[in-house]
């Protein structure tokens, strides 16, 4: 089933990532910028302990100075948080005692594509200072995975470590807005974002017993933007 899952997953992140090649390639030769950004960017899913840094790269199109659309991909590794107690055996069943509680680690990650369009005020998209603000969409995918932690496993086992690893794939709308100013090196700018998941599906019942899952979520992105005429 988990490997199922997987393969659909990679799968709708493989045609994503062809339709936004197609797009961009297509809208390039009518609009006149095209600009790149890179940068830090941090998530943190409501209701959950812990914020989620990564990084995140971007395409920007300008229809003109006011509106543009943009895709992004956000990467955030795995941070570990602590869940309830898992059960381990004794291998041999002599040990004393012949089970033992340890904590059970979470570890979760986020990876999500982001599409959407952008409206600039103020000196707009290709110079000066300005704010934006827009709507988007998003694919969300969260790997979770439970671990036991530290007991000596020459004695002990856990019975339920080859199906501790689960998934999620999300869809997502949200809106979000920022600030950007322009210098001769390029543009810096920051922007925030806030995202519910309309739909989310998991790879099994593991999946469930995370405790950093959240169908909403923050983002905050802060970066440079280079343009390309």
Do not use: C
């Not at 002599?94 to 570890?107: M, R």
């Amino acid at each position: 089933m988990f490997i199922i899952f997987v393969k659909i997953k990679l799968e709708i992140m493989k045609k994503f990532l062809v339709f936004i090649a197609i797009f961009s390639f297509s809208v390039t030769k009518s609009f006149a910028q095209f600009s790149f950004s890179a940068g830090p960017s941090f998530i943190k899913g409501f209701g959950v302990e812990g914020v989620y840094p990564g990084f995140h790269l971007s395409g920007e199109i300008s229809n003109d100075d006011v509106q543009t659309m943009y895709a992004r991909f956000s990467f955030m590794p795995s941070q570990k948080s602590f869940s309830d107690s898992v059960l381990v055996s004794s291998i041999s069943g002599l040990d004393n005692p012949y089970n033992l509680l340890v904590e059970n680690v979470e570890k979760f990650n986020y990876s999500v594509l982001e599409f959407g369009k952008r409206y600039y005020f103020g000196d707009g998209y290709e110079s000066g200072f300005g704010v934006y603000g827009g709507s988007n969409l998003a694919l969300v995918f969260n790997k979770v995975q439970f671990e036991a932690g530290e007991y000596d496993k020459t004695k002990y086992h856990n019975a339920n470590s080859e199906t501790n690893i689960a998934s999620f794939v999300g869809f997502a709308v949200g809106l979000n807005g920022g600030l950007k100013n322009s210098f001769a090196f390029g543009t810096l700018y920051l922007d925030a974002g806030l995202n519910y998941k309309l739909i989310a599906l998991a790879s099994n019942t593991i999946a469930n017993s995370s405790t950093q899952y959240s169908n909403l979520y923050f983002s905050f992105n802060f970066g440079i933007r280079k343009d390309f005429y």
